[in-house]
């Protein structure tokens, strides 16, 4: 049996909700002072919000501190991820509008607690490939190597259920594009208030989408039951395909299978930033870094926003992104030896107060920066929850990007949806593609 990962002793577990927050981070600002103390982020609504709405920008009035662009690079560059970095080399319309810091990341009490007691009981086994332990919260608030980092995005808090109807849409290096529409529905398993270590049944959650438009396309759907430990029990996958009238299980969705209509832009573990077994990779911490990065992307969030507008040639419009400074645990997958997948390398920068990922650096097996992915999140102030609004995958090879999340002209997510594991069956799959 390969050993588990030591656990953390109560002397330091007690830093949390101390001079550590109930997640982990520094709760003190830096020292220059630009990173500010965390109080609390943002654990309830805001004034003026209504239940259904998309979400107020609390910081609407904030003042813009400087841009960065191709002319001023030098400047910042130590500021930067090297994908950030090649983007703006790249793009000379391309600019960063840096706002004030607002660390707004907040989750609920429940999950302050559970995180406490993870530190003194969670841990890594099957040589990093499960976590055992812990049923809610971030597993490893303290983390000691980067795969306690990568599964504290992975197990982070959103929600116990969520019912989204977003679109994405791969951007062609001439402008390009269609819509697709997506009707979501994921029921977490962990996370779940009550739940234990033995009721998981080494399930993370259940996911389902049935595609909405375009019409050559609509009515096929996919179902996922996703394990926690992959290598244990992969993830089961069916999907159902309109043309055929048949629900067919899927022998492989995972690592670097493609994503189905993204023109070859998505792989299976970069949904959610990165998701699955993170067993093809060898993972390293390298520390904590003061670094830009998109953060509270309300403008981009906004109700009725044309897609247009959005998708610009080669890039998202960067007058609708916000970004911030943070500190950011640095995290970097090395592909093993025997293993293939596009993307030899991976460097990851986790926000340390949400443990959501913000950025990842592709690139590929001759060591070549080829790619850069984003998270633009918001607070959903009303669950609380931290989390991405938009995603977006650079190439940077075709000159071209695929973004998801487009929500603009949809209804807001529905984190009250009434869904049970039934609604995630092959005989339900069948059902929603009708």
Not at 240 to 263: C, H, I, K
Not at 292 to 318: C, D, F, K, M, T
Request: proline fraction near 8%.
């Amino acid at each position: 049996m390969l050993p588990a990962h030591a656990k953390v002793g109560p002397e330091q577990a007690e830093r949390l909700g101390r001079d550590l927050t109930p997640l982990g981070a520094e709760r003190a600002g830096n020292a220059a002072g630009s990173i500010p103390a965390w109080e609390g982020g943002l654990d309830r609504p805001i004034p003026g919000y209504r239940p259904g709405m998309h979400h107020p920008d609390p910081y609407a009035s904030d003042p813009v501190l400087y841009t960065v662009d191709r002319d001023n690079l030098e400047r910042y560059r130590e500021l930067l991820a090297p994908g950030l970095q090649r983007l703006l080399e790249r793009q000379p319309d391309y600019r960063l509008r840096v706002l004030p810091t607002r660390r707004s990341a907040a989750a609920p009490q429940r999950i302050y607690a559970a995180t406490r007691y993870n530190a003194e009981h969670a841990e890594l086994i099957a040589g990093g490939n499960g976590v055992q332990g812990a049923a809610a919260g971030i597993p490893f608030p303290l983390p000691q190597d980067g795969q306690e980092a990568i599964w504290n995005h992975v197990m982070r808090y959103r929600g116990e259920q969520i019912h989204m109807l977003t679109n994405q849409a791969a951007v062609l290096a001439n402008g390009s594009y269609n819509l697709l529409k997506l009707d979501r529905h994921i029921y977490f398993v962990y996370g779940r208030e009550g739940m234990t270590p033995q009721g998981l049944d080494n399930t993370l959650f259940y996911y389902k989408y049935r595609v909405v438009a375009p019409a050559r396309v609509a009515g096929s759907a996919l179902v996922v039951q996703e394990t926690l430990d992959q290598v244990l029990a992969i993830r089961k996958a069916w999907r159902f395909n309109r043309g055929e009238r048949r629900v067919r299980r899927l022998p492989m969705l995972a690592y670097d299978s493609p994503q189905p209509d993204t023109n070859g832009m998505a792989f299976a573990d970069q949904v959610d930033t990165y998701n699955g077994a993170p067993d093809r990779y060898q993972w390293q911490l390298l520390g904590k870094r003061e670094m830009l990065v998109p953060y509270n992307s309300y403008a981009v969030h906004r109700q009725g926003l044309p897609y247009a507008e959005i998708l610009q040639p080669r890039h998202v419009n960067p007058e609708l992104l916000r970004y911030e400074l943070h500190r950011v645990w640095v995290v970097e997958a090395q592909l093993r030896t025997g293993f293939s997948h596009p993307y030899a390398k991976r460097r990851f920068y986790l926000d340390e107060d949400s443990w959501q990922i913000l950025l990842v650096d592709l690139y590929d097996r001759r060591g070549e920066l080829v790619g850069l992915q984003e998270s633009h999140p918001i607070s959903y102030y009303e669950v609380p929850m931290f989390g991405s609004t938009l995603e977006t995958i650079y190439d940077f090879v075709g000159g071209r990007y695929f973004v998801d999340g487009l929500d603009n002209n949809e209804p807001m997510y529905d984190f009250q949806v009434a869904l049970s594991p039934r609604d995630f069956t092959p005989q339900a799959l069948r059902r929603e593609g009708n």
